[in-house]
């Protein structure tokens, strides 16, 4: 992940007010997650699974404050329960910043159905989502994702793609 993506996230989360972030590494956005257990203003949570992540980042919630799930794109897949119960059963939003795995020029035969499955997920979970590309778009993005998602109580996620994350 390019340094100045890196820093339009971590804009983008303060502007929004994100004061914890729970996260699965993974090997796309490897320069975020060192960035955010850097930063003083934003506590970090490695997670052993997505699904341990959504329900932290849904905690955060319930406590007033704001969190994010930091994962790549395949995480959905295994966040997915946890996503349902919290936003179609509790409305409990949880707002995600994943990598775009699997899009077109993905090399790695392993990733093509992270792609395939992202955005049928998200749809089958009713969330929003906006796919950014462009460092200029991140940090409004992250912004937008966290009105919508604490005015609807419900799901948003920014996915970063291509050149972004390559």
Do not use: C
């Not at 004061?19 to 955010?36: F, G, R, W």
């Not at 932290?56 to 295994?78: C, D, P």
């Not at 912004?143 to 793609?161: F, Q």
């Amino acid at each position: 992940m390019k340094a100045e993506a890196v820093e339009a996230v971590i804009r983008g989360l303060k502007k929004a007010g994100v004061s914890v972030a729970t996260y699965l590494p993974d090997s796309l956005l490897k320069e975020l997650y060192p960035a955010l257990d850097a930063d003083p203003d934003i506590r970090t949570i490695p997670v052993t699974n997505e699904g341990e992540g959504a329900a932290i980042a849904g905690g955060v919630f319930l406590s007033g404050q704001r969190a994010v799930l930091v994962m790549e794109n395949s995480g959905l897949r295994a966040a997915t329960e946890h996503l349902a119960r919290m936003g179609l059963g509790a409305g409990i939003p949880v707002v995600m910043i994943m990598s775009y795995r699997g899009e077109m020029g993905e090399n790695n035969w392993w990733a093509i159905p992270h792609g395939i499955t992202m955005e049928p997920l998200l749809n089958a979970l009713r969330t929003p989502y906006t796919i950014v590309r462009s460092v200029d778009e991140i940090e409004t993005a992250v912004v937008r994702a966290y009105e919508t998602a604490y005015a609807s109580y419900y799901h948003a996620a920014i996915v970063l793609g291509g050149d972004l994350v390559r």
